[in-house]
Every structure is written in structure tokens, then in C-alpha cells.
């Protein structure tokens, strides 16, 4: 069955309303039924919320017996507001995502997601969403109403929150007749509100290195870990997940790290001049050792064009062991300046990446300082985690390390600084 799309308005990142479409992919006819309501969008900080009429679209069965399962898509057809005049949406950069209540004979929250699938969009612009679509199984015998009810529009790794003012009117309604028996008791509907992301598979277990040179390896290869970050960005609080790992190279008694994220990050929603983007971010030391390792990646050496992928570089620096055993190493407190801001991620959770065996140096971590490239930083709480306490992650989602946005005119980094959305493995 074919599935019309139709563009809406609403805010990017900002102020979107919407609503959407049911599809029905039982062996019944599918219906088609359209409300509208007043909505209430609260856009991120920064943004005054917005108040507006949504348009949806329901398709579902009409028909529909106990045990089967309905697919239902949600369309927008008006959404709350346009695009505001800050920034211009590069494609594919927006994505719907929201409940349909079931009543009547049967109660449940459907979830529903769009894609991320959009053209462009430029600064005033109607906004165009994605149909969402999802799914119910139907357990008892009767009639099953179908509402829009609250629903949230991720645009360039910020949420719009939108919510209904007024009792909204059903928008379809399926007869479900008595099966063969083949239903359960449970309505939880299949699909999830958040996307699937691929991730890179993580290896089984970190090498161990040794010190005593008994073995000769020099080079380590730390596991790739999943790390949660909480972030205090300039526009308020993000939450991302992405894949780190720490590798280390043997020199001498210390160890040459580098830190890599395995993902690139989303595309830049605006142009970003070179030399203006830098994370660092501070390893943290367990085991025989403590402290903590400052590790920096570069600044872009040129310019990102709006719509461009951005990419968080490795990171590297020196680790000097504080204390003769086994020691651990884990990300910490990540920190991205770009355009005179700071964000600042620390792990809600951490795991070990890489595990070494150590033997003391003067001057080594434990209890005192660690160095990256010359420049020493103290240990424990870390020399860049300034006053950034936890925080959301993003993404979003989705998520990972976030991307630019440009609120105000200004370009400030939004939704926990710069983690990953795309997922792209970088060969070395």
C-alpha cells in the first residue's frame, strides 16, 4: 500500500507541531480520517514556545480480528508554525517521532517514528516531515478508537515538544471481531519512539600490556566502549551515547594514547570557519594508578560548508604511570570549544577501554599530574572538566556527539557538543 507524503510546517529544532498518518496493512480496506487541534510547542532554550493548529491524517484498517497486528501511519498535514527565520535545515535533518492513543475496547500507547527524511529547508520556510508509522496488536473484541496525541520533532540534534491544548477528536477507528485465539493479553505496541543506530561490533576484551618488555609489544588496542554522556551545553542540557576507544603506544616507561570516536557526526547546519572546533577530553586512570590523562585533538584545518559531515579527530597525548601494576583506562569528561563556547559531556557510565601493565615513573599520574604533548594537567577531576556537570547526551540520540547550530546568529554547539550520528568506521 502506498504511502502519500505530504510537507507541514512547523520549527526545526524549534517550534514543529504535527500530526500524521495511520496505515493500515491488514487484509481489510483502510480508512482515512482527518482532525485538527490546537498544540502547544516548546522549542529548546532559547526559543519562545509557539501556539498553533495541527493537522493530522490517521489511515488505519476499518476491519481488523483479535491476534492480528495493524500497521497505522500518522501524516502531518499542517504542523503549528514554519521554520523560524535563525537557520537554514539541510536534508534529511528532521525527524517526527510521537503517540497515538488506542481506546475503547482496548487502551495503549502507540509509538510512532518518521524518518529522517526531508529537503531542505530554508529560514521561514514550511516545514516538511516524514509520515510516522506504527503498530498494534489487537487483543480484544470491539471497537478501537485511534487520537494523535503528543509528539516531539528532533531537528539538527535539538527537540521540539509538542503537546495537544484541547481534547482532540478521534481520528480513525478500526472493528476488530473475535478471532481464532491467536491474541495475547499484552497491547504493547511494537515499534520503539527512538531509532535504531547501527554501531560498530565491540571486541570481546582490551589486550593487556606489558611493561617488562618480556613480550616486546609495543602497540595496545583498547575494546570499543559505548559511553553515555551527560552534557551542559550553551543552550541547556543534551544526552548522547558514542563509541570510544583508547589505544596506547609503549615509549620507554610511558604510553602515547589515542583516543578514537568510531562514528562521524551529523552534518553541519551552518558554515564553520577552520581552526575554530577542538575537543579534548580527560582519561580516566583505575587500578594500581589514579588521576586522570588529558588527550586533545586538533582544530579543523579547514573550513566545514554548511551540510558538510563533521568529525571529532583523534586525540592523543602522554601517559605517565604513577604507580608499578595493572592499570585501567576509561573516557572521561569530554570538552568541545568551537566559536568561543564550551560544552562540556561527562559519562553518566563509564567501562574500561584499555588495560596496561605499568611501572611507575617519576613524576607519574598517580597523585600528581599527567601530560599530553608537554602541557601537564592535574589528575583526578581533570584539567578541562570546568563547571560542566552531567547532561544529557543527544540526541537526541541520537545518538552520540551532536552537531552546530546557529540560534541567534551565533553558532553554538547544541545537543552535547560534537557526538555521532552517522556511522562510518574510520580505517587507519
Same mark, same amino acid.
Not at 198 to 206: I, L, Y
Not at 299 to 311: F, L, Q, R, V, W
Not at 416 to 423: K, N, R
Given at each position: 500500500m502506498s504511502i502519500r507524503r505530504r510537507g507541514t510546517a512547523a520549527g526545526a529544532a524549534l517550534a514543529l507541531s504535527g500530526a500524521g498518518v495511520l496505515l493500515g496493512l491488514a487484509a481489510s480496506p483502510a480508512q482515512a480520517a482527518e482532525?485538527?487541534?490546537?498544540?502547544?510547542?516548546?522549542?529548546?532554550?532559547?526559543?519562545?514556545?509557539?501556539?498553533?493548529?495541527?493537522?493530522?491524517?490517521?489511515?488505519?484498517?476499518?476491519?481488523?480480528?483479535?491476534?492480528? &497486528?495493524?500497521? #497505522?501511519?500518522?501524516?502531518? #498535514?499542517?504542523?503549528?508554525?514554519?521554520?523560524?527565520?535563525?537557520?537554514?535545515?539541510p536534508a534529511n535533518? #528532521?525527524?517526527p517521532s510521537g503517540t497515538l492513543k488506542a481506546a475503547g475496547a482496548q487502551v495503549a500507547d502507540i509509538a510512532m517514528q518518521g524518518t529522517r527524511t526531508n529537503p531542505a529547508i530554508p529560514k521561514g520556510g514550511a516545514m516538511v516531515l516524514s509520515d510516522m508509522k506504527g503498530s498494534i496488536k489487537l487483543t480484544t473484541a470491539g471497537e478501537v478508537t485511534l487520537t494523535p496525541d503528543a509528539y516531539t520533532v528532533n531537528a539538527m540534534s535539538t527537540d521540539t515538544k509538542c503537546t495537544p491544548k484541547e481534547t482532540v477528536q478521534k481520528a480513525a477507528t478500526i472493528q476488530v471481531t473475535g478471532g481464532d485465539g491467536g491474541g495475547t493479553s499484552s497491547s504493547t505496541p511494537t515499534p520503539s519512539t527512538t531509532p535504531t543506530r547501527s554501531s560498530t561490533p565491540t571486541q570481546s576484551a582490551s589486550p593487556t600490556a606489558t611493561s617488562s618488555g618480556?613480550?616486546?609489544q609495543t602497540d595496545f588496542t583498547g575494546k570499543e566502549v559505548q559511553i553515555p554522556y551527560a552534557c551542559k551545553t550553551p543552550i541547556?542540557?543534551?544526552?548522547?551515547?558514542?563509541? %570510544?576507544?583508547?589505544?596506547a603506544k609503549k615509549n620507554s616507561g610511558n604510553f602515547d594514547l589515542t583516543v578514537q570516536f568510531k562514528k562521524s557526526v551529523m552534518?553541519?547546519?551552518?558554515?564553520?570557519?577552520?581552526?575554530?572546533?577542538?575537543?579534548?577530553?580527560?582519561?580516566?586512570?583505575?587500578?594500581?594508578?589514579?588521576?586522570? #590523562?588529558h588527550v586533545e585533538g586538533p582544530t579543523n584545518a579547514k573550513d566545514i560548508k554548511s551540510g558538510d559531515p563533521i568529525e571529532i579527530p583523534d586525540l592523543t597525548g602522554t601517559y605517565k604511570p604513577?604507580?608499578?601494576?595493572?592499570?585501567?583506562?576509561?573516557?572521561?569528561?569530554? &570538552?568541545?570549544?568551537?566559536?568561543?563556547?564550551?560544552?562540556?559531556?561527562?559519562?553518566?557510565?563509564?567501562? %574500561?577501554s584499555l588495560t596496561l601493565d605499568t611501572s611507575r615513573q617519576p613524576g607519574g599520574s598517580s597523585g600528581?599530574?599527567?601530560?599530553?604533548?608537554?602541557?601537564?594537567?592535574?589528575?583526578?577531576?581533570?584539567?578541562?572538566?570546568?563547571?560542566g556537570g552531567l547532561a544529557q547526551t543527544g540526541a537526541s540520540d541520537h545518538g552520540a556527539l551532536k552537531a552546530l547550530g546557529l540560534v541567534a546568529g551565533t553558532a553554538i554547539l547544541l545537543g552535547g557538543a560534537v557526538f555521532t550520528?552517522?556511522?562510518?568506521?574510520?580505517?587507519?
Amino acid at each position: 500500500m502506498s504511502i502519500r507524503r505530504r510537507g507541514t510546517a512547523a520549527g526545526a529544532a524549534l517550534a514543529l507541531s504535527g500530526a500524521g498518518v495511520l496505515l493500515g496493512l491488514a487484509a481489510s480496506p483502510a480508512q482515512a480520517a482527518e482532525v485538527s487541534y490546537a498544540t502547544h510547542c516548546v522549542p529548546p532554550a532559547g526559543i519562545s514556545p509557539i501556539d498553533g493548529t495541527t493537522k493530522v491524517e490517521i489511515t488505519a484498517p476499518a476491519t481488523a480480528k483479535v491476534g492480528d &497486528t495493524v500497521d #497505522v501511519v500518522w501524516k502531518f #498535514v499542517q504542523a503549528a508554525s514554519k521554520n523560524p527565520d535563525i537557520i537554514d535545515l539541510p536534508a534529511n535533518s #528532521v525527524q517526527p517521532s510521537g503517540t497515538l492513543k488506542a481506546a475503547g475496547a482496548q487502551v495503549a500507547d502507540i509509538a510512532m517514528q518518521g524518518t529522517r527524511t526531508n529537503p531542505a529547508i530554508p529560514k521561514g520556510g514550511a516545514m516538511v516531515l516524514s509520515d510516522m508509522k506504527g503498530s498494534i496488536k489487537l487483543t480484544t473484541a470491539g471497537e478501537v478508537t485511534l487520537t494523535p496525541d503528543a509528539y516531539t520533532v528532533n531537528a539538527m540534534s535539538t527537540d521540539t515538544k509538542c503537546t495537544p491544548k484541547e481534547t482532540v477528536q478521534k481520528a480513525a477507528t478500526i472493528q476488530v471481531t473475535g478471532g481464532d485465539g491467536g491474541g495475547t493479553s499484552s497491547s504493547t505496541p511494537t515499534p520503539s519512539t527512538t531509532p535504531t543506530r547501527s554501531s560498530t561490533p565491540t571486541q570481546s576484551a582490551s589486550p593487556t600490556a606489558t611493561s617488562s618488555g618480556g613480550s616486546g609489544q609495543t602497540d595496545f588496542t583498547g575494546k570499543e566502549v559505548q559511553i553515555p554522556y551527560a552534557c551542559k551545553t550553551p543552550i541547556g542540557d543534551k544526552n548522547a551515547t558514542s563509541p %570510544v576507544q583508547i589505544n596506547a603506544k609503549k615509549n620507554s616507561g610511558n604510553f602515547d594514547l589515542t583516543v578514537q570516536f568510531k562514528k562521524s557526526v551529523m552534518n553541519s547546519p551552518a558554515d564553520i570557519p577552520k581552526g575554530s572546533v577542538k575537543p579534548s577530553m580527560e582519561v580516566v586512570l583505575g587500578g594500581a594508578d589514579k588521576g586522570t #590523562v588529558h588527550v586533545e585533538g586538533p582544530t579543523n584545518a579547514k573550513d566545514i560548508k554548511s551540510g558538510d559531515p563533521i568529525e571529532i579527530p583523534d586525540l592523543t597525548g602522554t601517559y605517565k604511570p604513577g604507580a608499578s601494576g595493572t592499570s585501567t583506562l576509561s573516557p572521561g569528561v569530554l &570538552t568541545v570549544k568551537a566559536l568561543g563556547t564550551t560544552t562540556t559531556c561527562t559519562p553518566t557510565r563509564t567501562e %574500561v577501554s584499555l588495560t596496561l601493565d605499568t611501572s611507575r615513573q617519576p613524576g607519574g599520574s598517580s597523585g600528581g599530574t599527567s601530560t599530553s604533548g608537554g602541557t601537564s594537567s592535574t589528575g583526578g577531576s581533570g584539567g578541562t572538566s570546568g563547571s560542566g556537570g552531567l547532561a544529557q547526551t543527544g540526541a537526541s540520540d541520537h545518538g552520540a556527539l551532536k552537531a552546530l547550530g546557529l540560534v541567534a546568529g551565533t553558532a553554538i554547539l547544541l545537543g552535547g557538543a560534537v557526538f555521532t550520528f552517522m556511522p562510518k568506521r574510520r580505517t587507519r
